[in-house]
């Protein structure tokens, strides 16, 4: 064992960073690390995957909460919030704050998260961080000194969350710029709480980066049916003001590319995140779309420095001869990878300070199941849908499946199943390879959705006639003939990786609510997608016992 501990700097004290700094209290109590966290806001970490649903009343403030600082403090963890990191001295080995202290460092993670998007907008200062020094004033990180106008915000800390529900409160139009999944689970609840809303968008489909043609078209519909105007193929370029009282301007309208004017009392920007990097930039580390780290979450640049959530790109270190274009892929964006990585980080970490063998390399996430948490809509989908079912006929006339099957290319077709009514907004693609399910987009169809997202989890192969599923979703199915999503090793929640076994067990130890399962397991406490399917697990799990 090492005679003095280990000192770890975590940078970001968001979710991700959160997480890591649990996991490696134990080592902190035993005195194995001398652990510093460093987080820009004032407040503890806390969910903002929820943040929409707080903006919505559907959420109380506590619920966000995924750490207790107490605790970290209680057990020797240096907790530094509303700081900033502002540089990073490699060769020394410290790191300096916006306060002026200097702190040495064995290990730094860098979970420095992710800035929600500002897209090129005439009245709207959009800056520039690659190389920008962060801001001494740690409330400044992300404004930079150029906040957005009044009336324009980007739902993504509990300020935009007053400023959203104040809108909604007072009966506001509210107009979203952007149609990603948090855009229109924002939207929905939005006009569900009675606010006007509508939504713009330069393509011809939300959820573009999930979705089929098909099941964003119906996905519109939806939205339009529940009182969302959706605004299609209207590019963004810029805004029109009015002035308050006080002479000070305010967001009045969206102008787009064909000339229409969009008013509104609120914009909300929806337009993605990019990754918070420019302190691994000015500290030399290599950087594509985030801070580009290998398979054990360590620094291209820096075998001591590491970094997980969505600030990092996990990407294979490049070899001589390697092509020298940026790596491909970009940080994950979900919560549930990053939350995974710090779980891993952490046991790697403790390895180092114990003189132990470390972990094996982190595995690869598979394809995120993707669920739009909204009233009366059920939209699911799972890895690369741009696939047609005409495709395969093409391969088939060109002989292109001919020469997978023949072992010239070492690996069996991609094949694709597909059926619509659209008439009652159902549809349903699945991808398969060799009859295991690749991937696939659901909508209108809970049932089916919840037994192909069973049969993706297990790599199960599907029916030959894969008709069969639809019957999930039909008057006379049984539920016998499912597979079985009570299963012990069934996940219920994605995000923490959390099985129906581990629930029950939660439950016969007295966790009755879905609110004390996630204390337990932490299952529901991610995006909150999987909260129903924890309730259905209690209700059995109630049932069997009585």
């Given at each position: 064992?090492?005679?003095?501990?280990?000192?770890?700097?975590?940078?970001?004290?968001?979710?991700?960073?959160?997480?890591?700094?649990?996991?490696?209290?134990?080592?902190?109590?035993?005195?194995?690390?001398?652990?510093?966290?460093?987080?820009?806001?004032?407040?503890?970490?806390?969910?903002?995957?929820?943040?929409?649903?707080?903006?919505?009343?559907?959420?109380?403030?506590?619920?966000?909460?995924?750490?207790?600082?107490?605790?970290?403090?209680?057990?020797?963890?240096?907790?530094?919030?509303?700081?900033?990191?502002?540089?990073?001295?490699?060769?020394?080995?410290?790191?300096?704050?916006?306060?002026?202290?200097?702190?040495?460092?064995?290990r730094i993670v860098l979970a420095t998260g992710a800035r929600a998007n500002v897209p090129t907008l005439a009245g709207v200062t959009r800056l520039r961080y690659d190389y920008r020094r962060p801001a001494d004033d740690a409330r400044l990180l992300d404004s930079a000194e150029a906040p957005l106008p009044r009336g324009v915000t980007a739902l993504r800390d509990l300020a935009d969350a007053?400023?959203?529900?104040?809108?909604?409160?007072?009966?506001?139009?509210?107009?979203?710029?952007?149609?990603?999944?948090?855009?229109?689970?924002?939207?929905?609840?939005?006009?569900?709480?009675?606010?006007?809303?509508?939504?713009?968008?330069?393509?011809?489909?939300?959820?573009?980066?999930?979705?089929?043609?098909?099941?964003?078209?119906?996905?519109?519909?939806?939205?339009?049916?529940?009182?969302?105007?959706?605004?299609?193929?209207?590019?963004?370029?810029?805004?029109?003001?009015?002035?308050?009282?006080?002479?000070?301007?305010?967001?009045?309208?969206?102008?787009?590319?064909?000339?229409?004017?969009?008013?509104?009392?609120?914009?909300?920007?929806?337009?993605?995140?990019?990754?918070?990097?420019?302190?691994?930039?000015?500290?030399?580390?290599?950087?594509?779309?985030?801070?580009?780290?290998?398979?054990?979450?360590?620094?291209?640049?820096?075998?001591?420095?590491?970094?997980?959530?969505?600030?990092?790109?996990?990407?294979?270190?490049?070899?001589?001869?390697?092509?020298?274009?940026?790596?491909?892929?970009?940080?994950?964006?979900?919560?549930?990878?990053?939350?995974?990585?710090?779980?891993?980080?952490?046991?790697?970490?403790?390895?180092?300070?114990?003189?132990?063998?470390?972990?094996?390399?982190?595995?690869?996430?598979?394809?995120?199941?993707?669920?739009?948490?909204?009233?009366?809509?059920?939209?699911?989908?799972?890895?690369?849908?741009?696939?047609?079912?005409?495709?395969?006929?093409?391969?088939?006339?060109?002989?292109?499946?001919?020469?997978?099957?023949?072992?010239?290319?070492?690996?069996?077709?991609?094949?694709?199943?597909?059926?619509?009514?659209?008439?009652?907004?159902?549809?349903?693609?699945?991808?398969?390879?060799?009859?295991?399910?690749?991937?696939?987009?659901?909508?209108?169809?809970?049932?089916?959705?919840?037994?192909?997202?069973?049969?993706?989890?297990?790599?199960?192969?599907?029916?030959?006639?894969?008709?069969?599923?639809?019957?999930?979703?039909?008057?006379?199915?049984?539920?016998?003939?499912?597979?079985?999503?009570?299963?012990?090793?069934a996940t219920v929640c994605w995000c923490n990786a959390v099985t129906v076994g581990a629930i029950t067990s939660a439950a016969e130890a007295g966790n009755s609510t879905v609110t004390c399962i996630g204390k337990a397991t932490r299952a529901g406490t991610g995006c909150g997608g999987c909260k129903e399917r924890i309730g259905q697990v209690l209700e059995r799990a109630a049932v069997l016992?009585?």
């Amino acid at each position: 064992m090492p005679e003095s501990p280990l000192r770890v700097v975590v940078i970001g004290y968001g979710p991700v960073g959160a997480r890591l700094v649990d996991e490696l209290l134990p080592a902190v109590s035993a005195g194995l690390i001398e652990l510093t966290v460093v987080g820009a806001e004032a407040d503890a970490a806390y969910n903002r995957v929820l943040i929409a649903e707080l903006a919505m009343g559907r959420a109380e403030r506590e619920t966000l909460d995924v750490t207790d600082p107490e605790e970290a403090i209680a057990a020797g963890v240096s907790v530094r919030t509303g700081v900033c990191a502002v540089s990073i001295e490699r060769t020394r080995r410290t790191v300096t704050l916006s306060d002026g202290s200097v702190i040495g460092y064995d290990r730094i993670v860098l979970a420095t998260g992710a800035r929600a998007n500002v897209p090129t907008l005439a009245g709207v200062t959009r800056l520039r961080y690659d190389y920008r020094r962060p801001a001494d004033d740690a409330r400044l990180l992300d404004s930079a000194e150029a906040p957005l106008p009044r009336g324009v915000t980007a739902l993504r800390d509990l300020a935009d969350a007053d400023t959203v529900a104040r809108a909604v409160g007072l009966g506001q139009k509210i107009l979203v710029l952007g149609a990603g999944v948090l855009g229109m689970e924002l939207a929905l609840a939005a006009a569900e709480a009675g606010a006007e809303v509508g939504v713009v968008y330069h393509g011809e489909i939300p959820m573009a980066r999930q979705l089929d043609r098909g099941a964003g078209l119906l996905l519109a519909r939806g939205a339009r049916h529940s009182a969302v105007s959706m605004i299609s193929h209207s590019p963004a370029e810029s805004v029109i003001f009015r002035q308050d009282s006080d002479g000070v301007d305010r967001f009045d309208a969206l102008v787009c590319a064909d000339g229409k004017q969009i008013f509104a009392d609120l914009l909300v920007l929806s337009c993605g995140v990019g990754a918070r990097s420019e302190l691994a930039r000015l500290a030399g580390l290599d950087v594509a779309t985030g801070i580009l780290v290998d398979e054990n979450l360590t620094s291209w640049s820096d075998e001591r420095i590491h970094a997980i959530g969505d600030c990092a790109q996990i990407a294979a270190r490049p070899r001589i001869g390697d092509s020298q274009a940026p790596p491909r892929g970009a940080p994950s964006g979900l919560i549930g990878p990053g939350w995974r990585q710090a779980d891993w980080l952490a046991r790697a970490l403790i390895a180092v300070a114990s003189g132990v063998e470390k972990p094996a390399p982190l595995e690869a996430d598979r394809s995120a199941v993707v669920m739009l948490k909204a009233s009366g809509i059920d939209v699911v989908a799972v890895g690369d849908v741009s696939r047609d079912p005409l495709d395969d006929l093409a391969d088939d006339v060109h002989g292109t499946a001919a020469a997978h099957t023949s072992g010239c290319l070492h690996e069996p077709p991609r094949r694709v199943s597909s059926w619509m009514d659209a008439e009652h907004g159902r549809y349903v693609k699945m991808i398969t390879r060799g009859g295991v399910l690749e991937a696939l987009v659901c909508v209108g169809m809970p049932r089916a959705a919840a037994e192909l997202t069973l049969l993706f989890e297990r790599r199960s192969e599907l029916p030959t006639d894969r008709s069969v599923l639809l019957r999930h979703d039909g008057p006379d199915f049984d539920d016998a003939s499912a597979g079985d999503a009570f299963a012990e090793d069934a996940t219920v929640c994605w995000c923490n990786a959390v099985t129906v076994g581990a629930i029950t067990s939660a439950a016969e130890a007295g966790n009755s609510t879905v609110t004390c399962i996630g204390k337990a397991t932490r299952a529901g406490t991610g995006c909150g997608g999987c909260k129903e399917r924890i309730g259905q697990v209690l209700e059995r799990a109630a049932v069997l016992t009585t």
